[in-house]
């Protein structure tokens, strides 16, 4: 039996015995008294070493915000059913703010499946997107903030509802499923 060690610290071998790394230099010890590896010990300096698998994105620009905004103000989309369950549906009749700028919010009108209608608006707070959907009472507004960060091919990306979009886009299909992912998320 073979066994080959890098430099990194790494044991490969081709023998029954389990590949892993080498113990830190100085270990500390978890519970079970098993040294723990220095990757996984969290450094104050370091805001991932909390979590070393978290992958902090960047947060989007506001120029870019703006065009995404601007995008889904003159797409003026009116789609059909859009599913919220399995008996709950809502469509999207078209943009309320065509005549105003994007900055201020983007405004849709949706008509749900028992006839009321509700306008969705989506804004920019410098952070991430606000999105809401006010009914004819202030007790049918509902809101959600969500963060909305640039992934590495460019697109607005905002996990919390499962959506991405590249902002300076003008494919429909892509603005639509985006708007659509907005209503699901806040409509429900």
């Known amino acids: 039996m073979r066994s080959e060690t ?6 490969t071998s081709n023998a029954l015995g389990p590949i892993g790394l080498f113990p830190p230099l100085s270990p500390r010890f978890g519970g079970d008294r098993h040294p723990v590896p ?3 010990i969290p450094t104050p300096s370091r805001p991932d070493s909390v979590n070393p698998l978290a992958n902090p994105t960047p947060l989007l620009s506001a120029d870019r915000a703006r065009t995404l905004l601007r995008r889904l103000r003159d797409l003026n989309l009116v789609a059909g059913p859009v599913a919220l369950s399995r008996e709950a549906f809502v469509t999207i009749a078209g943009c309320l703010s065509l005549d105003g700028p994007a900055e201020a919010g983007v405004r849709y009108l949706l008509r749900f499946v028992d006839g009321t209608e509700r306008t969705l608006e989506i804004g920019w707070n410098g952070s991430g997107l ?3 959907i006010l009914g004819p009472g202030a007790a049918d507004a509902r809101t959600l903030r969500a963060p909305i960060g640039c992934d590495a091919d460019g697109r607005a990306c905002v996990p919390a509802i499962g959506a991405r979009v590249r902002p300076d886009t003008t494919d429909r ?7 659509r992912r907005v209503v699901r998320a806040v409509a429900r």
């Not at 890098?6 to 044991?11: E, H, N, P, Q, R």
């Not at 299909?173 to 708007?179: P, V």
Request: cysteine-free.
């Open 173 to 179: 299909r892509e603005l639509e499923h985006f708007l």
């Open 130 to 132: 606000v999105m809401s």
């Open 38 to 40: 220095a990757y996984l």
């Open 6 to 11: 890098s430099s990194i610290g790494l044991s």
